[in-house]
């Protein structure tokens, strides 16, 4: 499966990433496509370790019964709901927060195992570095596909 620790496969999803432009619109969902780069950088922030949320009711109910769904080999629906933490509704600059992601993705892939979060998921506790990387890709993977890339 797909991950960001692969070189191949973050590097793909960078590749992806130079295809958007700040008039790339969005197949579905809300967000524009600053927005979706900025919310995809607060995800890679927490899997780097940057920021350490408290873990939600609604993750400890339910993380658990869902976890193999979102790590697993099927794509994330769209319109899946998104924490409110993680939601992005003010305006963005797109090259701003596309350089910003860009340094994300590199620092988490080329950071490895060795240097991903020992902090728990928000939603889904506690982690394996490989499981953030497959979690990550498939994340990056939904949103630019969201955007047509």
Same mark, same amino acid.
């Given at each position: 499966m797909?991950?960001l620790?692969?070189?191949?496969?973050? *590097?793909e999803?960078l590749?992806r990433?130079?295809?958007?432009t700040?008039?790339? *619109?969005r197949?579905?969902g809300?967000?524009? +496509?600053? *927005?979706?780069?900025?919310?995809?950088?607060?995800?890679?922030?927490i899997?780097?370790?940057?920021e350490k949320? @408290?873990?939600? +009711?609604?993750?400890?109910l339910?993380?658990?019964m869902?976890k193999?769904?979102?790590?697993?080999?099927k794509?994330h629906p769209k319109?899946? $709901?998104?924490d409110?933490?993680?939601?992005?509704?003010?305006?963005?600059i797109?090259?701003?927060?596309?350089r910003?992601?860009?340094?994300?993705i590199?620092?988490?892939s080329e950071g490895?195992p060795? @240097?991903?979060?020992?902090h728990?998921? $928000?939603?889904f506790g506690?982690?394996a570095p490989?499981?953030?990387a @497959?979690?990550q890709y498939?994340h990056l993977?939904?949103?630019?596909q969201?955007?047509? +890339?």
């Amino acid at each position: 499966m797909k991950n960001l620790f692969d070189r191949n496969d973050s *590097q793909e999803i960078l590749n992806r990433i130079e295809k958007l432009t700040p008039e790339t *619109q969005r197949l579905w969902g809300k967000m524009d +496509v600053a *927005q979706m780069l900025a919310h995809c950088s607060k995800l890679l922030r927490i899997a780097r370790g940057l920021e350490k949320p @408290r873990r939600s +009711v609604l993750g400890i109910l339910l993380g658990w019964m869902v976890k193999e769904t979102f790590f697993g080999a099927k794509p994330h629906p769209k319109n899946s $709901p998104t924490d409110k933490t993680l939601i992005v509704a003010d305006q963005k600059i797109f090259e701003e927060e596309k350089r910003i992601l860009t340094e994300h993705i590199k620092a988490f892939s080329e950071g490895g195992p060795e @240097r991903c979060t020992t902090h728990p998921n $928000p939603f889904f506790g506690k982690l394996a570095p490989e499981e953030w990387a @497959r979690g990550q890709y498939k994340h990056l993977d939904h949103h630019l596909q969201q955007f047509g +890339v």
